[in-house]
Every structure is written in C-alpha cells, then in structure tokens.
C-alpha cells in the first residue's frame, strides 16, 4: 500500500497535466474558437508586452520578499534570490510538476552560494507560508468587495469563497505550527540527506558560516521574534506582489475592449488565484486556470470566449519569462564549480 502510495504521488503531476490539457481543450472548442482568436488578437503585441512586464515586477517583488526571509542570517546578495526566484516560476509554470516543485529546486540551487541545506529549506518554507498567508489575505479581500456586487451568483461564490478560505486558514496555522512547534525535527534526516546530496558530502550538512544546523534550528532563526521587521518586509512585498497581478488583467481586458472597475480586476485576480492554487497537483493550473476566468468573468457579463482570452495572455508571460529561467537554471547547474565556494567545490 505504502509502494502505490508512493507511485501515485509520483505519477499526480503527470495526471494533472493531462486532466488540466483536456480541460482546457474542452473549454476552447466548446466555446467559439474565433471569438477567443479574435479578442486574444485585440490583445496585441503591446498589450502582451505590458503583461509580460507586469509580470516581470510581480517575479521581483516576490524575490526580494524571499531575500528579506535571510537577510542577517547569509551573506548572498538580493541578485541571487531574484534569479532563483525566476527559476522556481519557470518550473512551477513550464514543468510537468506540481506547483511546489520549483521551491524545491530553488532551495538546492540556494546552496550553490554557499547555504546550509538546512537553512536553505527553512526560507523555502517560511516563504511558502508567508506567499499563502497574503494571497488568502488578498482572496479575502476579493471576496468581500465581490459581496457587494448584485446577484445570487456572486453571493453563492463569495459564501462559498469564504468556506475554502476557513479551511484554508486552518491549514496554514497547522503548517505554521509545523514550522514554530518542532515538527519540523520529523523530517530533518530527509533535509539533511537532501543538504549531503547536495553539496556532494557525506559529512552533516553545515549552515553559511561553518556550524552545524539542522532544520528545527534554522527556522527557529528565520521565525526568531528579533526579525520581525524583516519578515513584515517579505510579507507586505508578497501581498504587493499579489495586487500588482492584478494590472494583468487590466491591460489585456483594455486592449480587448472590455471595461472593467478596479473592483471587477480585483475580484477577477483574487478568486482566479485562489481558484488556480487550490488545483496545486495540476501544473501552472492548466485548465483550471481558464475555467476559473469562465466562471468568475460571467459574474460581470464578460463571455467565455473573452475570458479564455483573457487566460490565455496571462500565459504568455508563463513562456517568455520561464524559457530563459529554464535556461539559467541550467547554466547554473553546469556552472556549480565556479559559484561554490572553494570548499564544497573540491568536494563535488
């Protein structure tokens, strides 16, 4: 029983690309192909290139926030969580992975600067909690200017918004109270055996700066109460992050034609995120994604075909930035040697 549990979680990413592609198949030729082409051709190259470059700042910002998670406890430079923070994108959005895959590259590309394993996995994992706690922040706020719009609809899916978001309160205090009450020492060989895997040692994995530290400790670091100020930082860029995604839509729904309030593009963003992130197993929330568009969009009389459009500009950006991220991961990967530092390379 434990082998095929192990081989589903294995295949769930494989399954949910293919679940999400025919979803998304079914969506576009149930739906009127030439209208989606032609409001996705209103878009325009401008229009795209604006999306692109909304998309661009919203990466950076999230960068940075992950920057803040360590900054007192490393030495790396805000350059390098700004490049790892594209690489994790482009594999969340490009790869057949479930959207947690790029995190788990980004921390072992984290201790090629020199992180300890330990610590690395530390701010992966407070900075997943930090980017669902503003995004349930930035749903909340979503479903409560969606309260006010007019129609049983609306107010159907704002109750029901509001049920996930309970549920998705408790999960995140049970996956702070993982990080805060010790739980983390139940998994702390596996960190451990990852950090070793890593730097190419068979020796205990070592944090920046030559001690010995184990998972436990280090998020007891990054969660110590004397860096509060630094992680409101990281908090307040992610929930920016979250707002500024929300400039996305209005571009493409200007370029298209279709006016829209800045109520509608936030409630639009919020519950199309949410919506997205509920679909984890299912990679970049193919299908779902412009299911979620359909379904809140009609809220606002804008149709289906416009609303594909609309997923689909915002996937534009998914390939433009997470090619090259892509790419530089893999330069990173065969550049290894020269980003160690001396030690760890000698022994990769």
Do not use: Y
């Amino acid at each position: 029983m434990a082998r095929f549990g192990r081989a589903l979680l294995r295949r769930m990413p494989l399954v949910g690309t293919v679940l999400g592609l025919a979803l998304g198949v079914w969506l576009i030729v149930t739906n009127d192909v030439a209208a989606i082409g032609s409001a996705f051709g209103r878009i325009g190259l401008l229009g795209l290139a604006g999306v692109v470059l909304v998309r661009f700042g919203v990466i950076l910002l999230c960068g940075l926030a992950w920057a803040r998670i360590l900054d007192g406890l490393s030495a790396i430079e805000t350059a390098a969580f700004l490049i790892l923070r594209f690489v994790r994108e482009g594999i969340n959005v490009l790869l057949p992975v479930a959207s947690v895959g790029g995190e788990v590259v980004g921390g072992r590309l984290l201790t090629f600067w020199g992180v300890g394993g330990a610590l690395a996995a530390a701010s992966i994992l407070a900075d997943m909690l930090i980017q669902v706690a503003t995004e349930i922040a930035f749903t909340l706020f979503g479903v409560l200017l969606l309260l006010q719009v007019e129609g049983e609809a609306a107010a159907s899916l704002a109750r029901f918004a509001l049920q996930a978001l309970g549920v998705a309160v408790v999960l995140l205090a049970a996956f702070f109270a993982f990080q805060r009450l010790g739980a983390a020492k139940l998994v702390e060989r596996g960190f451990a055996a990852l950090g070793r895997q890593v730097a190419g040692t068979t020796t205990p994995d070592r944090a920046a700066g030559g001690s010995g530290l184990g998972v436990q400790p280090a998020l007891d670091a990054v969660w110590d109460r004397g860096r509060r100020g630094r992680l409101a930082q990281g908090f307040l860029l992610h929930l920016a992050a979250w707002g500024l995604g929300a400039a996305e839509i209005w571009i493409a729904l200007t370029c298209i034609g279709v006016a829209v309030t800045v109520t509608e593009v936030i409630v639009l963003e919020s519950l199309s995120q949410a919506i997205k992130s509920a679909a984890f197993p299912v990679p970049s929330g193919l299908g779902v994604q412009e299911g979620g568009f359909v379904v809140v969009g009609a809220l606002f009389g804008i149709d289906a075909g416009t609303a594909i459009a609309l997923s689909l500009a915002k996937r534009v950006p998914d390939v433009v930035l997470g090619l090259p991220s892509l790419i530089a991961w893999q330069m990173l990967e065969a550049r290894r040697a020269t980003i160690l530092p001396p030690s760890q390379a000698e022994n990769s």
